[in-house]
């Protein structure tokens, strides 16, 4: 496991696919019922951590691709943002 003593830090870096992996996770054991209230209150709080992990990664990416233009020969260009 990480050697990140503040989950708040580990989460800040923590890559989309394992964010969504833990989400994924939370929400199965979650639907099944087999955790106490208080378990269940703290898997719901770090889910929503997590959620709100992937929407700013999500929002990120969108903000980084790029449409590819092309010129009259067919050839790529250059590029715009996307919704431009």
Excluded at 13 to 23: D, I, N
Aim: glycine share 8%; with cysteine; proline share 6%.
């Amino acid at each position: 496991m990480s050697k990140d003593t503040n989950p708040d830090a580990a989460l800040a870096q923590m890559p989309f696919e394992e964010a969504m992996r833990q989400l994924e996770t939370i929400v199965s054991q979650l639907e099944r019922g087999e955790v106490s209230l208080e378990e269940s209150i703290g898997l719901y709080e770090r889910g929503e951590a997590l959620k709100k992990r992937c929407e700013t990664l999500l929002r990120e990416a969108e903000m980084r691709i790029e449409k590819i233009q092309f010129g009259p020969d067919g050839k790529p260009s250059g590029t715009s943002p996307l919704d431009a």
